[in-house]
């Protein structure tokens, strides 16, 4: 059973990015192969200005499927409230994916304005997704504050590292088992969304994976499939690991060949 | 008698249509929005790279086809300019085949590394050959890429001495706005008019470009570079007399008349990055304007009626408007058909 993203079932667990795509038909294409379920936008506060972006948005809300947008680049509490409320204006939806960035060579949250953000953007009405670490503490605040979602990264922004903290993402999904966790960030092969999903986690948001393939269509049908795979194998509840072999069939009895 | 035709849009587009339509003896006149060649064309704004096989990263390969005969073809028109005694041809002659110089930071290799898996006919360049061709960038990078085939110009000059060979040869020349439905009642005509004409080509849509004018004596390039960076690639184009061009933004934007202070900060943190003597210059202008795009990227001939629309030139305005024109030319003349085809290379 897939958890509820504040009350909304998604067909699948594919988030993907609407950035750095060579042309936005290819943008269009990707997101048709890959059937992902959500599209995140990141909003430019000066194409906010004025509706100057409009023509795009309307490209985005024409891929039919459900938008988050996102307040990408933001590195202080007011900025990333006052990009959330631009975009709530323009798409219409609570729905937010939330990043306050603290630190320039890893794009690391800064935690700390994140939460703050979070209990605002609460506060006021908003559905908040807020891209966070691994950090148990952090996302207990997280959901005191009014988070009903969790998106810890998988590893930094446009890394394609995939899941550096194997450990951690672990803790996190048996901690919070009832909440909603979806892997946002460093991912860069559909192995890794295969492993996430695997895992238990509930969807994976990525970008650049897509975006910066040489066919990024091919590479977003590829996820889908990716993420279809890991999450039929979490629903098929897979073996556990053992240090020893364990023989398919029985061995005591068997024909001895001389 | 010749054959009368309309063209609407003194930019890029409109300029290198009648050069090709006065070539084959028809009778141009062209409506423009301002008062010759300047800032409400977004071309004026342009970089002037004439690098196809560069473009190809990310664009699709019938731009780099159509893109690869441009330089000779703007070599060849600025000539005539020369010839006739244009003034400023002198200056606007140079058409530079000295190649595209792409480079990255260390941190930044892998990108490197993927532009030279998506591009073609470049000669993979170490610290020394860097050293060589531009001696102002000697042990800053370790390594690029040299596209030793690709072209600049200066966009500015190139235009005017167009224009004025144009004006010489007898196309008429007409300021004012003027609807193309209006205008076709006449006769055929031609609609060049860029992010103007979005009201009557829905797919067509604005792609907000910043860039910067700079004026550094200490800082000696002579060809193209193009600082690879996950987020914003950059390129700095020499103008001559240590004018630079730095630029552009991509942002999917229509609108803004203003440059964001983050854009500026990103593309002089670029500029410094490649020499520092950067820090030094002086800021002559900041430009900002939309490029016309249909949702691939490619642009499109279109006719309906009288009407023949040149649009979605996109980033590649001086790469693509000469087989684009050559195109409107063979159709009128020819009667060849519309479509793009990879055979119609200039």
């Known amino acids: 059973m897939m958890r509820k993203f504040y009350g909304t079932e998604l067909s699948n667990g594919l988030m993907l990015g609407t950035a750095q795509y060579p042309s936005p038909a290819i943008l ?79 794009l690391h949250p800064d935690v700390f304005g994140l939460v703050e953000a979070a209990r605002i953007l609460s506060e006021d009405g908003f559905e908040v997704f807020p891209y966070c670490t691994e950090d148990l503490v952090v996302a207990d605040r997280l959901l005191n504050v009014g988070c009903e979602v969790l998106m810890p990264w998988g590893a930094p922004i446009g890394s394609g590292q995939g899941l550096n903290n194997l450990f951690g993402l672990r803790a996190l999904r048996a901690h919070f088992s009832d909440v909603p966790l979806v892997i946002d960030a460093g991912l860069g092969l559909p192995s890794h969304a295969a492993q996430a999903m695997e895992l238990g986690f509930d969807a994976v948001l990525l970008n650049t994976a897509v975006a910066k393939a040489g066919s990024p269509a091919l590479m977003a049908e590829a996820f889908g499939l990716a993420v279809k795979a890991g999450q039929m194998a979490a629903l098929a509840d897979p073996m556990e690991k053992r240090d020893m072999a364990a023989p398919s069939t029985p061995v005591i009895g068997k024909a001895f060949l001389t | 008698m010749s054959l009368k035709i309309s063209i609407i849009g003194g930019g890029v587009a409109g300029l290198c249509v009648a050069r090709e339509l006065v070539d084959r003896g028809a009778d141009i006149t062209l409506y423009e929005r301002g008062d010759g060649v300047g800032k409400h064309a977004c071309s004026w704004w342009a970089g002037g790279m004439l690098a196809p096989y560069c473009e190809g990263e990310t664009a699709e390969d019938i731009v780099v086809q159509l893109g690869l005969k441009a330089a000779d073809w703007w070599q060849k028109s600025v000539k005539k300019g020369i010839k006739s005694g244009q003034k400023g041809a002198e200056k606007a002659q140079k058409v530079q085949k000295n190649g595209t110089l792409v480079v990255s930071l260390a941190r930044d290799h892998a990108d490197l590394e993927r532009f030279t898996r998506r591009t073609r006919c470049f000669t993979r360049v170490g610290a020394d050959e860097i050293g060589r061709l531009e001696p102002d960038l000697k042990d800053r990078f370790s390594k690029g890429l040299f596209f030793e085939s690709e072209a600049h110009l200066s966009p500015r000059e190139v235009m005017t001495t167009l224009r004025e060979l144009l004006v010489f040869e007898g196309v008429k020349f007409i300021r004012d706005e003027v609807e193309p439905e209006l205008i076709a009642k006449d006769g055929l005509t031609i609609d060049c008019r860029g992010l103007a004409a979005k009201d009557s080509l829905a797919d067509l849509r604005g792609v907000k470009g910043e860039m910067l004018m700079l004026s550094c004596l200490d800082v000696s390039i002579s060809r193209p570079i193009r600082l690879l960076h996950p987020r914003i690639p950059i390129y700095i184009v020499p103008r001559g007399d240590g004018i630079y061009m730095l630029g552009a933004t991509m942002i999917e934007s229509s609108g803004g008349k203003y440059a964001t202070a983050r854009s500026v900060l990103e593309l002089l943190s670029a500029a410094y990055a490649l020499n520092p003597a950067f820090g030094e210059a002086e800021i002559l202008e900041i430009g900002v304007d939309s490029r016309p795009a249909y949702p691939d990227n490619i642009p499109r001939l279109t006719r309906d009626g009288n009407i023949i629309s040149i649009n979605g030139l996109y980033r590649h305005g001086f790469l693509l408007a000469p087989a684009m024109a050559q195109m409107v030319a063979a159709h009128i003349f020819e009667n060849k058909s519309l479509e793009m085809k990879h055979e119609y290379s200039a």
């Not at chain 1, 906010?48 to 023509?55: E, I, M, R, T, W």
């Not at chain 1, 985005?60 to 006052?82: D, F, S, Y």
């Not at chain 1, 990009?83 to 990043?99: N, P, Q, S, V």
């Open chain 1, 28 to 106: 269009a294409d990707a997101f048709e192969r890959s059937g992902a379920a959500v599209a995140t936008v990141s909003l430019r506060r000066e194409s906010g200005k004025d509706k100057a972006g409009q023509d795009f948005w309307e490209m985005i809300q024409r891929l039919g499927v459900r938008v988050l947008p996102n307040t990408a680049g933001c590195h202080t509490v007011k900025e990333a409230v006052t990009t959330a409320h631009m975009a709530r204006e323009i798409f219409g939806t609570k729905w937010i994916k939330l990043e306050v960035i603290g630190e320039e060579d890893l």
